[in-house]
């Protein structure tokens, strides 16, 4: 049975490279949703609409676990899917939040035990505006850890300049946003990429950070605990290493596109179901 990974777009396709080195035996069908692209600077009702109707495209592929790669979509729709939209007894949706808050506080997110102190006292985060504007991190952080500071940085541009491939853009991006940030926190103990598009820029927020700050790799954390999580549900695990590769847009030109994330081109299909 094959794992879903949504994304408003390619950016999920830096997930999705570390689930395949991670998880090479498992099936996956990734989505994205490049006709709607970007849901960064979308308002939180849209996104949630759009997050649903690409959840239910990859359950009527046959998915019956969905990742939301996409950062904007998990901080924006996660919490509403997850408690009034979906039937845990069927299908199962995770994002990319929890598994980076797990392993920044060393805490299970089964342990649903009030707020510690972890150690973390100061955490940056990167993010869209409509990531930034959901508050959902930091709410999620604060669930688990006490007296952390979250500053948050709405990198606005960024995703834009990333998916254009000007670098030069993106690198002058990353320094004015973390300067941004540096205002407000000079030394963040941790600093989170939430962003799927980050990755590709991640040595830009290296040398802009200070060597202080540990940078967190979402996608190696979220291919960590998704191995993780398919020890502990048996049911949603077991494929022979095949991937599909839809997208809601241009299959061709998104496929141009996508090499650069993927390292590789990709053919890409259109969804068979649902029209938008
Ligand atoms: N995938 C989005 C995220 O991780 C970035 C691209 C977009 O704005 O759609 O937040």
């Avoid at 688990?144 to 300049?161: F, H, I, K, N, S």
């Avoid at 991006?173 to 989170?192: F, G, I, K, N």
């Avoid at 549900?233 to 241009?250: E, K, M």
Wanted: charged content about 20%; proline content about 7%.
């Amino acid at each position: 049975m094959p794992i879903g990974v949504f994304d408003s777009g390619i950016g999920g396709l830096t997930v999705l490279g570390a689930l395949l080195a991670r998880l090479p035996e498992e099936d996956f069908v990734y989505l994205g949703d490049n006709a709607h692209a970007p849901y960064g600077s979308k308002p939180p009702e849209e996104v949630f609409a759009l997050t649903c109707a690409g959840v239910r495209r990859l359950f009527d592929e046959g998915c019956r676990l969905v990742i939301l790669a996409c950062n904007t979509a998990s901080a924006v729709s996660l919490r509403e899917i997850q408690q009034r939209w979906l039937d845990p007894t069927d299908h199962r949706v995770l994002g990319v939040f929890v598994p980076v808050i797990e392993h920044l506080t060393q805490r299970d997110w089964g342990d649903q035990s009030p707020p510690t102190h972890t150690g973390l006292s100061t955490v940056a985060l990167f993010a869209t505006p409509a990531t930034v504007a959901s508050g959902a991190f930091p709410r999620e952080l604060h669930f688990r850890a006490r007296d952390v500071r979250v500053e948050a940085q709405a990198c606005t541009g960024l995703v834009d300049a990333i998916e254009r491939g000007d670098w030069p853009r993106a690198e002058a991006l990353v320094a004015a946003h973390v300067t941004a940030l540096r205002e407000r926190l000079p030394v963040p103990q941790a600093a989170v990429l939430g962003c799927t598009h980050y990755p590709l820029v991640e040595a830009a927020f290296r040398r802009a950070l200070p060597d202080a700050t540990a940078l967190v790799s979402q996608p190696q954390v979220v291919a960590e605990s998704l191995a993780d999580y398919l020890r502990r549900h048996r049911r949603f695990a077991g494929g022979s290493g095949r991937v599909r590769y839809l997208t809601t847009g241009d299959p061709a030109t998104v496929g141009v596109c996508a090499a650069r994330f993927l390292g590789a081109a990709a053919a890409f299909e259109s969804p068979l179901s649902r029209a938008s």
